[in-house]
């Protein structure tokens, strides 16, 4: 029997996946490089591993798609902070980036960790891995930013999936207070053992002088009886509770982007789906279509969504109307007829990328 689908099957998760694409993508430059908006917030990132080899650099979305195309790219998803590093001293002397070739040698600000060389986790292993036969959800560390399995974490993620951000066992050892704002402990806990000693819990957030959250929590909390702190989650719009104090403040000093509520990743999704497109039934069986492809074609095929929607129009248009199903193959000889069309594009000169991008 031919695998098939039927039209309203293309279109039946398609408009989720639209939304976590422009989520992923939609709030970074895909056209410009973003080095001279110097270290970025929070941008999609890439690494390079057919330019760089074992060297640690990062690459924007528009390096990845104008510069790098074809190359073995390790996704980052997003990283914060962080200015583009590609052509600069890390790259072979003869590539120079396409889009703005005039750099510093390196980015001295710029953090860098195993990510950068294709793997994740305590364990250090790539991922996909292809070692790993076990299926796991890949969680991400709001402070350290590197992915973990979910069986690697010193505490599950919670059965109801309820929360949205983590904090992997090493961060929390190193930041101990931000286990007051974990789901596990706040509000219940906290209040229950505020209320037992008669002490307010009540967060100002603002930096005059008051009792610390975090010190009154000190205070009802047996130390003898407390185990090794492990991995930590937390509800959204946590880190507007964060204690503003002057020693809260301190202790957030080499990690002050937690105070910015605009620096978590659904804030960052949120702004992208904000500026992505509006879906309709077309455009969203194009967003399912965008699933079956690797990267780069993903992302250029986002890319150039509106030359390409009249042609797309059409084609599903003609399913539709007759009540056909769309097969395999012919979504195959759409995209085969999308790449034709291209490349020849690319033969007569045309759709080459801007030699430098002007911010």
């Known amino acids: 029997m031919t695998d098939s689908v039927s039209l309203q099957d293309v279109l039946e998760e398609s408009k989720e996946l639209e939304k976590v694409a422009n989520a992923v993508l939609g709030d970074s430059d895909d056209s410009?490089?973003?080095?001279?908006?110097?270290?970025?917030?929070?941008?999609?990132?890439?690494?390079?591993?057919?330019?760089?080899?074992?060297?640690?650099?990062g690459i924007c979305l528009a390096c990845s798609l104008h510069c790098h195309d074809g190359h073995l790219l390790y996704e980052l998803y997003t990283k914060r902070r962080f200015r583009c590093d590609c052509g600069n001293r890390?790259?072979?002397s003869d590539f120079k980036c396409k889009l703005q070739p005039i750099k510093d040698e390196e980015n001295a600000s710029n953090n860098y960790g195993q990510n950068y060389r294709g793997l994740y986790c305590s364990c250090s292993r790539p991922f996909p891995d292809p070692e790993d036969e076990v299926a796991d959800d890949m969680l991400q560390c709001c402070v350290c930013e590197d992915w973990f399995h979910s069986r690697h974490l010193g505490t599950c993620p919670p059965d109801d999936e309820q929360y949205d951000e983590m904090v992997c066992d090493s961060c929390a050892s190193h930041w101990p207070f931000l286990e007051v704002y974990s789901i596990h402990v706040w509000p219940s806990r906290v209040t229950k053992a505020a209320e037992k000693e008669d002490i307010s819990l009540e967060v100002t957030g603002k930096e005059e002088t008051h009792e610390c959250l975090v010190a009154r929590w000190k205070m009802v909390q047996d130390a003898s009886q407390r185990p090794p702190l492990k991995t930590l989650y937390f509800s959204e719009g946590w880190r507007k509770r964060i204690c503003k104090c002057p020693s809260c403040l301190?202790?957030?000093?080499?990690?002050?982007?937690?105070?910015?509520?605009?620096?978590?990743i659904s804030a960052y999704e949120r702004r992208g789906v904000a500026k992505g497109p509006p879906l309709d039934t077309h455009d969203a069986g194009m967003a399912a279509m965008l699933s079956t492809f690797d990267h780069t074609q993903q992302v250029e095929m986002l890319h150039g969504y509106a030359t390409m929607k009249e042609n797309l129009v059409d084609f599903l248009k003609g399913f539709s109307d007759s009540g056909k199903v769309v097969t395999e193959r012919d979504i195959s000889d759409f995209f085969e007829g999308l790449k034709a069309k291209k490349r020849q594009r690319l033969d007569s000169g045309a759709g080459v990328p801007p030699s430098y991008c002007h911010q």
Do not use: H, I, W
């Not at 110097?38 to 650099?57: F, I, K, P």
């Not at 301190?250 to 978590?264: G, I, N, T, V």
């Open 32 to 57: 410009c490089c973003t080095y001279s908006q110097g270290y970025v917030g929070r941008q999609a990132l890439y690494a390079c591993a057919t330019c760089v080899g074992n060297e640690m650099a």
């Open 90 to 92: 890390k790259f072979p």
């Open 250 to 264: 301190e202790r957030c000093c080499d990690a002050d982007f937690l105070l910015d509520e605009e620096d978590s």
